[in-house]
């Protein structure tokens, strides 16, 4: 048994850190809204006032908040997790967060005495539920290694991409396909509805070939039944395309599709749309198309 601080607990954090607890963890949850805590305690799990009080004898600190700036915060501030962990404690952010500033943050670490990971995820709502997350991490093989029961509780597909901020880098890859690929669905959908398509056999039929994803397989129904519940956040996609067209202008990398898409992402959140699931990227190409 193994006692974690989990720091987060919002769509993603909440189901993960409860089925850290049913796997037979010390579970010590801590969220800017107490009551977030809730289902945590019902699965097993301890809620604690602050994160200090969180933070405070845990073996394993992990974190899934929304944007860097929140991640730096709760790591670096005077009530941070660097100055109340004990030492030797191993970090693992499970956020998105930029690559340069999870492998940063992995330094400041390494200074504090504490040892990080970057652990960012792949699945959506559902994964996180079922446990069956891609996790991409990022690390020293010792640490990875010392987190991978933790993460094979979680996660389905644990796969250590390279140094500190790869898996951040890797997650940024991932984003960059799913935007691109929401886009095109919707447009997709929208060309059908338009041609007076049968669109529940047109949804089965691409999703038994080569347009068969993923996202396909678990927007498609959303986008026609315009339930945009989140789900993931317009607001969390849009920063992270924000992570991907700064990677690749550094690293020189021409994203012209990937800019286009930004853009998307970016009208659907000025329309008022941020709080919506990022299928909602639909709504934005029915706007313009008149629909
Ligand atoms: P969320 O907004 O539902 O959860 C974030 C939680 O962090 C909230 O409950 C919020 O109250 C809490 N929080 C914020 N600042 C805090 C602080 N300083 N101290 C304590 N708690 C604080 O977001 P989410 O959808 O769970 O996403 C979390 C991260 O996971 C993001 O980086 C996102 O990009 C990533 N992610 C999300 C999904 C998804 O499908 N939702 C999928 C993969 C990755």
Same mark, same amino acid.
């Given at each position: 048994?193994?006692?974690?601080?989990?720091?987060?607990?919002?769509?993603? =954090?909440?189901?993960?850190?409860?089925?850290?607890?049913?796997?037979?963890?010390?579970? @010590?949850?801590?969220?800017?809204?107490?009551? +977030?805590? +809730?289902?945590?305690?019902?699965?097993?799990? $301890?809620?604690?006032?602050?994160?200090?009080?969180?933070?405070?004898?845990?073996? *394993?600190?992990?974190?899934?908040?929304?944007?860097?700036?929140?991640?730096?915060? *709760? &790591?670096?501030?005077?009530?941070?997790?660097?100055?109340?962990?004990?030492?030797?404690?191993? @970090?693992?952010?499970?956020?998105?967060?930029?690559?340069?500033?999870?492998?940063?943050?992995?330094?400041?670490?390494?200074?504090?005495?504490?040892?990080? !990971?970057?652990?960012?995820?792949?699945?959506?709502?559902?994964?996180?539920?079922?446990?069956?997350?891609?996790?991409?991490?990022?690390?020293?093989?010792?640490?990875?290694?010392?987190?991978?029961?933790?993460?094979?509780? *979680?996660?389905?597909?644990?796969?250590?991409?390279?140094?500190? =901020?790869?898996?951040?880098?890797?997650?940024?890859?991932?984003?960059? !396909?799913?935007?691109?690929? !929401?886009?095109?669905?919707?447009?997709?959908?929208?060309?059908?509805?338009?041609?007076?398509?049968?669109?529940?056999?047109? @949804?089965? @039929?691409?999703?038994?070939?080569?347009? =068969?994803?993923?996202?396909?397989?678990?927007?498609?129904?959303?986008? &026609?039944?315009?339930?945009?519940?989140?789900?993931?956040?317009?607001?969390?996609?849009? +920063?992270?395309?924000?992570?991907?067209?700064?990677?690749?202008?550094?690293?020189?990398?021409?994203?012209?599709?990937?800019?286009? *898409?930004?853009?998307?992402?970016?009208?659907? $959140?000025?329309?008022?749309? =941020?709080?919506?699931?990022?299928?909602?990227?639909?709504?934005?190409?029915?706007?313009?198309?008149?629909?």
């Amino acid at each position: 048994m193994t006692t974690i601080a989990f720091v987060g607990l919002g769509i993603m =954090g909440s189901p993960m850190a409860q089925h850290l607890a049913r796997a037979g963890h010390d579970v @010590v949850g801590f969220d800017a809204t107490p009551e +977030k805590a +809730k289902p945590l305690i019902d699965a097993g799990g $301890r809620a604690a006032d602050s994160g200090p009080q969180a933070v405070r004898g845990a073996e *394993v600190v992990a974190l899934m908040l929304p944007d860097s700036p929140d991640v730096t915060d *709760v &790591l670096t501030g005077s009530d941070g997790v660097f100055a109340h962990a004990a030492p030797g404690a191993l @970090v693992i952010d499970f956020s998105t967060i930029r690559p340069d500033v999870a492998a940063g943050l992995a330094a400041e670490a390494a200074a504090a005495g504490l040892r990080m !990971i970057d652990a960012p995820v792949s699945g959506g709502q559902a994964g996180a539920e079922n446990a069956a997350l891609s996790i991409m991490v990022g690390g020293a093989d010792v640490d990875v290694a010392a987190a991978r029961p933790l993460l094979d509780v *979680v996660g389905t597909t644990v796969v250590h991409v390279g140094p500190h =901020g790869a898996g951040q880098t890797v997650k940024a890859a991932n984003q960059l !396909i799913v935007a691109g690929n !929401i886009a095109l669905l919707a447009e997709a959908l929208l060309f059908l509805e338009a041609h007076g398509a049968d669109l529940p056999a047109a @949804v089965e @039929v691409l999703g038994g070939g080569l347009a =068969g994803s993923a996202v396909l397989n678990q927007k498609a129904q959303k986008m &026609l039944d315009g339930d945009f519940a989140p789900g993931f956040r317009i607001d969390l996609h849009h +920063k992270d395309m924000g992570i991907v067209m700064s990677a690749a202008r550094e690293a020189g990398v021409a994203t012209p599709v990937g800019g286009l *898409v930004a853009q998307l992402v970016g009208a659907t $959140r000025a329309a008022g749309d =941020g709080g919506l699931d990022h299928s909602a990227l639909h709504r934005t190409i029915a706007r313009l198309s008149g629909r």
